[in-house]
């Protein structure tokens, strides 16, 4: 998957997500499919699902967390690129 940070992460008909204690659990009900977010993972969902571009979720996670700028981006990075394999986001280009 070809990903640059201007790309925008969007959710897609059928993904529902619900808070579980400290935790999100993603179901995407066409497939079954599902995945659990711990609390950093929450945020970054959040962030990812409502800001105009992948850059802009970073940016607010490099302001709100103590982490090195690359292991973030690398993060963030596989963060978006597992959920669009399991069909729980969409990644439309910027």
Same mark, same amino acid.
């Given at each position: 998957?070809a990903?640059? $940070?201007?790309?925008?992460v969007?959710?897609?008909?059928?993904?529902v997500a619900r808070? /579980?204690g &400290? !935790?999100? /659990?993603l179901?995407?009900?066409q497939?079954g499919?599902?995945f659990?977010?711990?609390?950093? &993972?929450?945020?970054?969902?959040s962030?990812?699902?409502?800001?105009? !571009?992948?850059r802009?979720?970073?940016?607010a996670?490099? *302001?709100? $967390?103590? *982490?090195?700028?690359? =292991?973030? *981006?690398?993060?963030?990075? !596989?963060?978006?690129?597992r959920?669009?394999?399991?069909g729980?986001?969409?990644? =439309?280009?910027g």
């Amino acid at each position: 998957m070809a990903l640059t $940070f201007s790309d925008r992460v969007v959710v897609p008909r059928g993904v529902v997500a619900r808070a /579980v204690g &400290g !935790s999100t /659990v993603l179901l995407n009900s066409q497939s079954g499919r599902y995945f659990t977010l711990d609390e950093i &993972g929450t945020r970054s969902w959040s962030l990812l699902t409502t800001s105009a !571009s992948i850059r802009a979720a970073y940016d607010a996670l490099m *302001a709100e $967390f103590t *982490a090195e700028p690359g =292991q973030l *981006a690398h993060d963030l990075e !596989s963060l978006v690129e597992r959920l669009a394999i399991l069909g729980l986001v969409e990644v =439309q280009d910027g």
